[in-house]
């Protein structure tokens, strides 16, 4: 797990885990920080193609569609598909680092938690007097 997304004050931060952190604070340095993510993939293999922020994904997935149009392969063109929005940080990550799990995601994708909210508390049924 080369690159890897983290959710901090609300953005999301991508760091490649291959650097050390900084010997003075302890930090990686990030390669983005964006408020959602955009994920374009291919939605029948699931092959991930771009991942960042959602204008510079759009703007791949606009080019990518034309240069395969122009070459003939129009099915090709439209099974990319990009995905954006404050997605799970957990998803987004899988998508990542497993092969083919855009497309699995993408077929439960109204099912996916909105990535920014908190986790629920744990509670307890004890309580103290």
Not at 64 to 69: D, E, K, M, P, Q
Request: charge should be positive; aromatic fraction near 6%.
């Amino acid at each position: 797990m080369d690159l890897q997304y983290q959710l901090k004050a609300g953005s999301y931060y991508l760091y490649d885990m291959r650097e050390p952190p900084s010997r003075a604070t302890g930090e990686r340095r990030f390669r983005l920080k964006t408020d959602t993510v955009a994920i374009a993939f291919d939605a029948s293999t699931g092959v991930l193609h771009q991942h960042g922020s959602p204008s510079r994904i759009q703007s791949w997935a606009i080019g990518a569609r034309r240069r395969l149009r122009a070459a003939g392969a129009q099915d090709a063109a439209n099974d990319i598909v990009v995905v954006s929005g404050p997605l799970p940080v957990e998803e987004i990550n899988n998508c990542l680092n497993i092969a083919g799990y855009c497309r699995r995601m993408f077929k439960r994708l109204a099912s996916v938690p909105h990535g920014k909210m908190p986790r629920a508390a744990k509670t307890s049924s004890r309580t103290t007097h």
